[in-house]
């Protein structure tokens, strides 16, 4: 009975192995990760939930993306990338320790709840909308179809919305040669506002003025920026928080 108890154990024990060397070794410890909140935080930057990677639950068994941010919106776990090769991404759960500071699982929480929230609107059709722009050109979803439409939701006083400039600008200027892609960006502020602001920190993107409801009511966000890739028939492909993550997504979707 006790050989077969030690044999019944090895098994576990190699079955466990095999499936975490199958994916590869955390690339972060994920107990010292969480000993402080400084040190999670700095980790923390670098997780792009909003990509497309293979979910893992704490057993190393895969599930789908939606079930991985509702246990991270709702449970005890922290996400921990995996190593692996190039672009390949896997993203893994990890229990939140018993001493760990309360800060880091309300972070993750929140992280989740977004994460999931954005990751249901992809597949969706974009909300209706007729626009006019900074120059008075008018966006309506009719006119916009056939395009792929990049869409920032930003506002004057979002100190992360502003430090990307310089990145999505460059973006556009990569695109330039692109006509079935447009940029667009929506902003809480009045036209007023917007003119001083920009000519100060310009921004490549046509602006759309006084879109703090729609983005409250039609979109519901609560973070920003906020970034938007609808498809070439005004679908959403993807919902983004920040240009690292909508670099790729936007190189992934121009090659489709």
Known sequence: MHKLFILIFSLFIFSVSSAQNKFGNPEVDPIQIQKTY??????NKKIMLSRD???????????????????L??????PIRLKSEGSIYYYKLFKIQPKTDSSIKA???QIGFDAYKN??????AFPLFSFKDLNGNLVTNESMKGKIIVIKCWYIHCA????EFPQVNKLVEEYKDRKDIMFLSLAEDSTEQLNAFLARKPLSYAVIPDMKD?????LQLNSFPTHFILNKVG????????????EGALAKESQL
């Open 53 to 71: 990677f293979t979910a893992l639950d704490s057993s190393s068994k895969e599930i789908t993306k939606e079930s991985f941010l509702d246990q």
């Open 235 to 246: 679908i959403i492909a993807k919902v983004l928080p920040n240009f690292e993550s909508l």
């Open 73 to 78: 919106a709702n449970g005890n776990f922290i």
């Open 214 to 218: 729609y983005m409250n009511e039609a």
């Open 107 to 109: 972070t993750i929480n």
């Open 160 to 163: 992360p919305c502003i430090r």
């Open 38 to 43: 400084e040190s999670w935080s700095l980790y």
């Open 119 to 124: 990751y249901k609107m992809e597949g969706t």
